[in-house]
């Protein structure tokens, strides 16, 4: 049997500080509440009702994740984050409109209690919203301290043995990688100087990197990929992942793209479009915003389909993505896919998807899992990037040299045998010669 990785154990409080305290975030937050009373079930999250498969098939042990690895329990939770409007978390989940009155009101007293920290914004990289809860400083470095210090400070008053931070917050304006990100040295001059390269995601990143923190980045944004985020993730031993949750649409893209290579059923086109109001929608109907989330949710089949080796079935598809904001649904998300595809001989056919669906409530246990995982892997000594969580979001992270692994299903087994790898249980290959020598 392999050797099992020696993790610490998940004593005491674990910090969950969102940058952001919209709609995800208050969605999350309310929900561990209700599952905490038993108000409700925590459906969609992999680490609460997932099982993993030790041994053999005739073994019979399919143990809930929860049971093998040592995760944080929710009752030992403690929430916190920033946001630049001042709204504690139950105005700003009223706000949202995500959670219906009634349970609300069941976990009034637990949101009212959280609010926000003043947070690091500015309106260069989120061009749609403004508010009034904003740090100022001399210049990116000052401001990246305020964020040390208001971490350090929610530890010691919640009595928090670990934390982990999670970007919740907007999509911000696309950016490539510039010469402040080649380096930590580079970096930390460019905060100094207050380099328009570093957006206000990375001075987050860069605060909870380096306090040692691990780090999730729930939108497309660039942030802690970067090599400078990464030397400095070496140098304090923190996990870092993403990008962009795969909540809806892309959500869709990895679970039939795999099926139609897999029988390799060519692709002509795949239209793809969607409606929804809430804050994201607003802030995505600028259109530098939406050229971050658009590089984001069309990477996946380029990636899935690999048209190198397939020419003959991929080679010119022809992708198109729309997001369009549309008041009247607030954060009931609708997307349309028209996917033009041919089978045996060249014969055309067609698939179509509506997925009616609730970006939130999507959005909330992939929340939940990442800082559960994130807080596993920093006690497991795993630091850098975690591509074992690629599963969660529609742009991963991955290391240099390599290309990202966008399969759900591929993700799936990556993430389940790097829990078994860690527990020191034989890894799954499907192989099952064994059964029949």
């Not at 530890?155 to 999670?166: M, P, Q, S, T």
Request: charged share 25%.
């Amino acid at each position: 049997m392999p050797t099992p990785v020696d993790i610490a154990p998940a004593r005491g409080k674990l910090g969950v500080l969102l940058v952001g305290l919209g709609a995800v975030s208050t969605t999350t937050i309310a929900g561990v509440f209700a599952i905490r009373k038993g108000l409700a079930k925590p459906i969609g999250s992999l680490t609460q009702m997932g099982t993993i498969r030790l041994g053999k098939r005739t073994d019979g042990r399919s143990p809930k994740i929860s049971d093998v690895v040592p995760l944080a329990g929710l009752d030992d939770i403690i929430f916190g984050g920033w946001d630049i409007f001042e709204d504690n978390c139950y105005e700003a989940a009223k706000h949202a409109g995500v959670l219906e009155e009634k349970l609300l009101e069941q976990v009034k007293d637990e949101l009212a209690a959280i609010k926000p920290m003043s947070a690091v914004f500015d309106r260069q990289y989120v061009k749609r919203l403004d508010g009034p809860n904003v740090k100022k400083g001399k210049n990116k470095k000052d401001l990246a301290e305020q964020l040390v210090a208001d971490i350090r400070k929610f530890k010691a008053d919640n009595k928090c043995d670990r934390l982990v931070v999670i970007w919740a917050g907007s999509t911000e304006v696309y950016l490539t990688e510039a010469p402040c990100h080649q380096s930590l040295a580079a970096f930390e001059k460019g905060l100094v100087e207050s380099d328009p390269a570093i957006a206000s995601s990375m001075i987050y990143a860069y605060a909870a990197i380096s306090e040692g923190i691990p780090y999730g980045n729930a939108a497309p944004n660039l942030s802690a990929e970067v090599p400078a985020m990464q030397e400095l993730a070496a140098k304090t031993g923190s996990p870092v992942c993403g990008n962009d949750m795969k909540t809806g649409q892309t959500l869709i893209k990895t679970i039939i793209a795999p099926g139609l290579k897999a029988r390799l059923i060519g692709v002509n086109g795949w239209y793809s479009t969607n409606i929804l109001g809430n804050r994201d929608g607003e802030v995505l109907d600028d259109p530098e915003s939406f050229k971050t989330k658009e590089e984001s949710k069309k990477g996946a089949l380029d990636y899935i389909f690999q048209p190198h080796l397939y020419p003959d079935l991929y080679k010119d598809i022809s992708h198109v993505v729309r997001i369009n904001y549309y008041p009247p649904r607030g954060d009931n998300k609708e997307g349309w896919d028209n996917i033009d595809i041919f089978g045996w001989l060249g014969y055309p056919m067609q698939l179509k998807i509506n997925f009616l669906c609730r970006d939130s409530i999507l959005a909330a246990p992939i929340v939940l899992d990442v800082a559960l995982f994130l807080d596993l892997a920093k006690r497991a000594g795993m630091h850098g990037i975690q591509e074992w969580l690629s599963f969660y979001f529609k742009s991963p992270m991955y290391g240099k040299d390599l290309y990202p692994e966008h399969d759900l299903f591929i993700q799936l087994m990556k993430l389940k045998n790097t829990l078994r790898y860690l527990k020191g249980e034989e890894l799954i290959t499907h192989l099952g010669r064994e059964y029949y020598d």
